[in-house]
C-alpha cells in the first residue's frame, strides 16, 4: 500500500469520476429506445479539462452520492482500495477544494445515441448538505494539484449559468438534440420532431471481420454480443460526416485529443477503423430479421509516404487516435482492432493499393503512446511474434536475428547480444519498428530465462544469468533514452538509479504482460497460469492474485484502449 510519504501517486494516470467535474458529469449510451440507460452503460469522463480547465465546474458540486462515490475512487487510485487511507478523515481529489463551501449540486447526464452520432442532454440541479469531516488531499495551506498538473491559485470563483456549462461541454459531445433542465425540455435547432435516437441500419465502412464477444449484464447475467469491424475511407463523404459527429467524445478519455480532418490528404491520407456492436431487429412487419448497429469503438490511421525508410521505402501507418467506449472495455476489443490494423497493412498491396502507386505499408507505429496503449501493443506484437515463430519455422532459419535465439543457451553470454541485423528483417516481416523487434526479443528472452529458472537449482548461475538479462535491458534503456539520462544533474550516481529505476519498470511491464507478477504485490493462490515460449512446451506458472494496487489506464495521454 502507498503511504502518505510516497509521492509516486501523483504520477498516476487518472481514472473516471476521479476529479470534482467529472463527478458531475454522466455519459449513458441508450439502446432499445430505453430513456434511463442501466449503469452498465453508463461511465463518467477520465478528462474534462479541455472543458474545465482546473478539473471542477466553478460554482457547482457533484451530487451527494457521486460525490460519495468519486471519494472512493480517489481512494483506490491512491491507496489502492477504499479505507486504507493512513488519516482516519476522508479525502477526495484536490479538485475539491475550489467547490468545498459550494451548496449547489449539478448532475449533467448525456444520453447518447447507440451510434454515438448524435446526444440529448439532461441537467438536473439540488442542493448541498454539508456532510462532516471530509477534506481534499492537500492542507489548505497548500496550493492544490490537479489532474492537469498545473497549480491552481487560491483566488475566488464564480458560479457558471448551466447554459454556460452547457456551452463548454459542446464542443466534446456530439450534436445536440434536446436539452433538459430539471424535467423542462428544449428542442435544438435542426432537432428531429420524433425525439426517437435511431441505430445505424448499416455499418459504416465495408466490414474486415466479425466475431462474438460475451457482455456482463446488470443483472449479474453473460450474453453474447456479435460485432464487426468495418475499415472506412477518409477520402468518402459519408463517412467523414459521422466521423465529425464522434470524434468530439474522445476528448473525455483522451488527454491531448483533437479533431482531426479525416478527408485531408495534405502529406497522406486517413482511414478508420469502426468497431460496431450488431444487434438484431425482429420488429419487420413480415418477421423477418434485419439487422441494425451501435458504436463501441475506432481506431484512426494516418498513411504517409517514407521513402528513405529501410531496408525498403513504402506506407507508413500510424495510429493516431484509438478509443473503446467504457461500456465494452476489458473484453479484447482494443486488441482485435489493433491486431485488424496489422492484418489490413499484411493485405494492403493485394485488396487496398491503388494500381498506380503499387506502393505497400512496410510499418505500422503509434507515436507517443501511454501507458496503457503501450502495454496493449506490446502484448498484441508478441501474439504475433509467437506465431511467426511457431507456424513459420523455414522462415527463422533466413532470420539472422531470429536464428541466433536457436543457436545459443540461456546460460551463454551470447544469446543475450543485440540482434546481428538490428531486427530489420524482424521488423520487415511482422511491419513494426526496429524498436519494437527489439521489445519482442526482450520479452521472448524473459520467459526463456524464466523457464530455465524452473529447472535449475545452481543460485550461483541463476543469478548471473538475471544480471546477464538485467545488463542487457539497461544497456538497451541507455541507447533509447540518451537525453534524459544526460539532463540527470547529479551525476553518475543519479544515472545509475535512473537505470535502476527504469529496468524496475520494463521489468515488471514484461513479467505482467507473460502472466509473472511481481510477488511483492501478489499473493500465490494456486498453481495454473500458463503462457508460451516459441517452439516448447507450455510452462505452468503460480496464479498471482492483486493485494495491493493493481492499476490498470483506461485513457491516455493521448491514446485509448483497451486490452
Known sequence: MSNDNDENWKDKEPVAGLSAASSCIRLSICLDGDGKPPPSRQFSPVYTHQCFPDEFISGWRPMSSAERLSQ???????????????????????????????????????????????????????????????????????KAKRVTFQEADDGSTQQLSIDDVIKKIQSSLPPIASVTINESSTATEGAKSDGKFKYLSHPVGVVVKSYKRKIKNDNHTVEEGDFVITLARGSDPSVVSYHNAIQPLARWFIETADDVNISDEDGGFWTALYLFRKHEDKSSDDGTSTFRYSLAGYITLFHFHAPFRKPKSGIIVRVCQALILPTYQRASHGSDLLLSVHEYADRYLNDYASSSTGMDIVEVNVEDPAPGFVALR??????????????????????????????????????????????????????????????MHEIYKLAAVEKWKQGSKDNAQIQQVETNYRLTIKKSLKSHRTEELGACEGGKEEQKALLAKWFDQTHNHYRKLLGLLHLRHFRILTAGTKFLIPGRQPLTFWALEVRACRQRATASRKYVADG
Open 72 to 142: 472512493q475512487v480517489y481512494q483506490r487510485w491512491r491507496y489502492g482500495s477504499v479505507g486504507e487511507a493512513s488519516a482516519s478523515i476522508e479525502e477526495k481529489h484536490s479538485s475539491y477544494r475550489k467547490i468545498d463551501g459550494e451548496e449547489n449540486q449539478i448532475d449533467v447526464n448525456v444520453l447518447l445515441s447507440p451510434a454515438c452520432d448524435t446526444c440529448k442532454i439532461e441537467v438536473t440541479t439540488s442542493t448541498y448538505s454539508p456532510r462532516s469531516n471530509i477534506n481534499t488531499d492537500e492542507p489548505a495551506t497548500k
Open 378 to 439: 506490446d502484448s498484441v506484437d508478441y501474439k504475433r511474434f509467437v506465431s511467426l515463430l511457431e507456424s513459420k519455422r523455414d522462415t527463422i532459419d533466413k532470420l539472422p536475428d531470429l536464428k541466433y535465439l536457436q543457436k545459443y543457451p540461456v546460460t551463454s553470454k551470447e544469446y543475450f547480444q543485440p540482434a546481428p541485423d538490428g531486427g530489420l528483417s524482424l521488423a520487415s516481416l511482422l511491419k513494426i519498428t526496429k524498436r519494437q523487434t527489439e521489445v
